[in-house]
């Protein structure tokens, strides 16, 4: 029996509902083809503080050992160094941090062992530990520190003989899951979410997200089917732990979803990420990415609904080009103002990044396997969420070398200083009277501030408010989209983006790796450059109470003393007016040589002179 209905996203049976746009799809891929919603995996840091170990038995005991411990956690390998202790009772005191996924179904193995030669090493001991038997701690005290037995066996790697021990080595640790971190599988800039991993200190959501996706347009065809392109679309949206994935609408360049999902907000400084991808499962290849948009919800009105369509944008090795437009409807709602001001008074991250920090390389490497964790747990699912389309929506590779980006960034760092530049231009052209009812007014400011210094804050910040008042009649009206000259992949050369899609470590000829090489020593070269000259500004300023110049030193102390008795003297504001009307005088009573302060500091010595 056939039942036969029109339905919404409302009804019970619409995820598992045949839809009719489908009806060319088997009953083996209908499942392939359904929306879902999936959850991430809890993640924790697992934090292994190896202390100490004792009764080791190495087998020559005529040389000192090299002794270290491995950690393996699923895919995820960590050693310490080499003990500085040369002895069978070595110690470290290092810490080990992975990434474990919740349930804790895989256990911890550690081996201790011995450096016996080059590529060959003699293992110790060997203890395996399951996760769940571990303490969570929710702050900084530490956890108590156990002795665990390791297993009577040792052997050399390469070999299959087995030596049975006398007797039980051991190894002092301290182990634990760390819950007051946000384990990060996004960039710290872009992410969806920043709540520790332990519940216990999540706070109440402070609002909620909607978000409609309604429709897309124009997408290019991303394959070939029966001598014609093609295109299999379906969206994935991700905020915090929740991904939800539309229905695939086959054989269409024109989508249309209308597809309604909910998330709980907990922070108003976070990112939602809505991708569109091709299903490349139907016919067994991967799913194409097709292009994203990012969404920041800190720029949102609050209870407004942004209806809008973005540019889908890609990077291809080919060069940019737009793949289509997607059509949403977003709004963010929150329940109580006051509480989402709030939010902006509270740290980024939780306390435990700033109690106890992990380093950027940590960091770095831990969000690797965070994101190989939460793809394997969501290609697990079915339909599957595959791990090309985890990788894009998370951005797994924003961290590998582009000249591209490269240069975006240091447009970017430009366009920042800019601001600074242009407030110098301007001071340069009140110093030089090149308007001078300007220049006057400035001087009347100027005598005011000093006769009544306690107006300088005030009208500090009342000129920032006017600055923000101004701007505001030229506040977006939309949300941004992904910028095609931000991001200089409208500028960008064939070779830099053969370059950006290489793999790691690299899969091209020589002679290209070479021409590329030369390429980046210039780049580094300018870069040096640029380091020696402010590190050149900083020596001279250095070497002012050095003495390593004995008359300049001479000169500067002598010019201290003589503005302390001065400024000893001299009422401050007496000082400070004959400064500001000196550094403001006509251009005619200005020379066109530097003047004497910048001639003395561009004499001092640097120490470039002493570097080979």
């Known amino acids: 029996m056939l039942a036969l209905w029109r339905g919404t996203q409302a009804d019970e049976a619409f995820s598992d509902a045949w839809h009719s746009d489908a009806a060319a799809v088997g009953s083996e891929g209908v499942s392939n083809i359904r929306g879902k919603v999936y959850l991430s995996p809890r993640l924790w840091y697992l934090r292994v503080n190896v202390i100490q170990c004792q009764d080791l038995l190495p087998s020559d005991r005529t040389r000192p050992p090299e002794i270290y411990v491995k950690g393996i956690l699923g895919n995820q390998a960590l050693r310490t160094r080499v003990s500085p202790v040369r002895s069978v009772d070595p110690t470290w005191n290092e810490d080990l941090v992975f990434v474990a996924a919740e349930p804790f179904d895989e256990p911890l193995i550690l081996t201790v062992e011995d450096r016996v030669g080059p590529n060959k090493d003699e293992v110790l001991g060997r203890c395996v530990m399951l996760l769940s038997s571990f303490a969570k701690r929710l702050d900084n005290k530490p956890v108590q520190a156990k002795w665990h037995n390791l297993e009577k066996h040792a052997y050399v790697e390469g070999t299959t003989t087995k030596k049975e021990a006398k007797f039980s080595s051991k190894i002092h640790l301290r182990i634990s899951l760390d819950g007051g971190y946000h384990v990060m599988d996004e960039s710290i800039y872009y992410s969806s979410d920043y709540r520790p991993s332990s519940k216990l200190l999540w706070k109440p959501s402070i609002g909620v997200l909607e978000v409609g996706i309604i429709s897309a347009k124009g997408l290019s065809p991303m ?19 929740k991904w939800i994935r539309t229905r695939t609408i086959i054989d269409s360049g024109s989508p249309k979803w209308n597809e309604q999902y909910t998330w709980e907000v907990f922070d108003p400084c976070t990112v939602i990420t809505v991708g569109v991808f091709d299903n490349g499962h139907l016919q067994g290849g991967k799913d194409c ?91 697990r699912s079915e339909p599957p969420l595959k791990k090309e389309a985890v990788e894009y929506m998370v951005d797994a590779g924003s961290h590998i070398w582009s000249v591209r980006k490269a240069k975006a960034n240091f447009v970017r760092v430009m366009s920042v200083v800019g601001g600074a530049a242009a407030v110098a231009r301007w001071f340069d052209q009140i110093r030089h009277w090149r308007n001078p009812l300007t220049t006057v007014l400035i001087h009347v400011l100027l005598v005011i501030l000093v006769l009544y210094p306690e107006l300088i804050f005030p009208t500090l910040f009342l000129y920032l408010f006017f600055i923000g008042a101004w701007n505001y009649r030229r506040k977006p009206r939309h949300p941004p989209h992904m910028d095609i000259r931000l991001s200089h992949a409208d500028a960008v050369g064939g070779d830099e983006l053969d370059e950006e899609f290489d793999t790691f470590p690299t899969s091209r000829p ?79 009573l200005r020379g066109k040589v530097p003047f004497v302060s910048t001639n003395f500091f561009k004499r001092l010595p640097a120490r470039s002179d002493l570097m080979l």
Request: with cysteine; glycine share 6%; hydrophobic share 40%.
């Open 223 to 241: 394959k070939t089917k029966d001598g014609r392109g093609t295109t299999d679309a379906y969206c994935v949206a991700k905020y915090g732990p």
């Open 289 to 379: 990415s097709i292009g994203k948009v990012r969404i920041r919800l800190s720029t949102l009105e609050t209870e407004r609904v942004y209806t809008h369509s973005y540019p889908l944008v890609v990077l291809k090795p080919s060069g940019v080009k737009k793949m289509g437009e997607i059509q949403l409807a977003v709004r963010f709602s929150c329940a109580s103002y006051l509480n989402l001001l709030q939010k902006y008074t509270h740290p980024l991250l939780p306390k435990m990044h700033y109690v106890h920090p992990l380093s950027v390389a940590q960091l770095e490497a831990l969000r690797y396997q965070a994101v190989q964790i939460v793809a394997a747990r969501l290609g």
């Open 510 to 588: 020589p002679d290209v790796v070479r021409m590329r090489y030369d390429r980046l020593r210039s780049i580094g070269g300018k870069i040096q450059t640029v380091v020696g000259d402010l590190a050149v500004q900083g020596e001279r300023f250095q070497s002012l109470m050095s003495w390593r110049d004995p008359r300049a030193s001479a000169l500067f102390a002598a010019f201290c003393l003589f503005a302390a008795v001065v400024m000893y003297t001299t009422p401050f504001q007496i000082v400070v007016l004959v400064l500001g009307l000196y550094v403001l005088r006509h251009p005619k």
